[in-house]
């Protein structure tokens, strides 16, 4: 008699339990219940407010587009050229251009990473080159003023008259230096080999053919001399 008790009240506390589990289940799922219900309280409020806000969005849109029609943009143009700019961009060749770039841009950056240590070896230098000069007894800030003002007379020279006059004087061009410098030549052969001349050989160096060039070019030239002068 007493198992029979026992096992009767342990099952009627097993079924006990059984009961507040299924009712706390069920709780969970009325909250669960509600709480889809309240999502689908916005999801209705939103799908309602849908149509008001895409008709604000397209006023919108084509307010931008007015406002960039008068402002001489055209939209549409831009549009077709960033995509034909997008499709050139993502082409191989272009991808590999854009590739080659970068690695350039790495290396640019390297350089500009040890660009002051650079600079501190060039100072180095520089200082090193001054004290060098300097043990010579070069001046060479003193050089360097100097070449500076020879610099500017010449430009002062170049732009002067006499420089102007000598420019279109004819006597830098290429015939009258070619004579100057056969005139030299002649001078200084001469002077190398200097000779006595009398009368006989006077008489004779008018047969001879250089002479007679020379005696022509002379007479010529002070034809042309005396037809210049002032009269």
């Known amino acids: 008699m007493t198992y ?5 009240g342990t099952t009627s506390e097993v079924h006990a339990l059984e009961a507040g589990h299924v009712a706390e289940l069920l709780g969970q799922l009325l909250e669960r ?7 689908l309280a ?4 939103l799908a309602s407010e849908a149509p008001a806000l895409l008709a604000m969005a397209t006023d919108t849109v084509d307010g931008l587009y007015r406002d960039a029609a008068k402002a001489g943009i055209d939209i549409d143009e831009r549009l077709k050229v960033g995509l034909h700019a997008l499709e050139r961009l993502t082409e191989p060749a272009t991808l590999r251009a854009l590739a080659g770039l970068s690695e350039q841009l790495v290396t640019l950056e390297q ?29 060479i800030e003193g050089t360097v003023r100097q070449g500076l003002t020879a610099l500017r007379n010449l430009l ?22 070619q004579v ?7 001078l200084v052969s001469a002077q190398r080999e200097p000779r006595r001349a009398g ?12 002479v007679q060039r020379s005696l022509g070019f002379a007479l010529n030239f002070a034809e042309r001399f005396g037809q210049k002068l002032p009269g």
């Open 111 to 139: 350089l500009a990473r040890q660009a002051p240590g650079f600079a501190a070896m060039t100072v180095d230098m520089i200082d090193e080159l001054y004290a060098a000069a300097n043990r010579q007894g070069i001046d």
């Open 180 to 186: 100057m410098g056969a005139a030299a030549h002649a």
């Open 33 to 39: 219940m509600d709480r889809i219900e309240q999502h």
């Open 4 to 8: 029979a008790h026992t096992n009767s």
């Open 199 to 210: 009368p006989m050989a006077l008489l004779g160096a008018l047969f001879n053919r250089d």
């Open 156 to 177: 002062i020279l170049m732009q002067s008259e006499e420089m102007k006059a000598l420019m279109s004087s004819g006597v830098l061009d290429p015939k009258t230096l």
């Open 42 to 45: 916005k999801a209705d409020a």
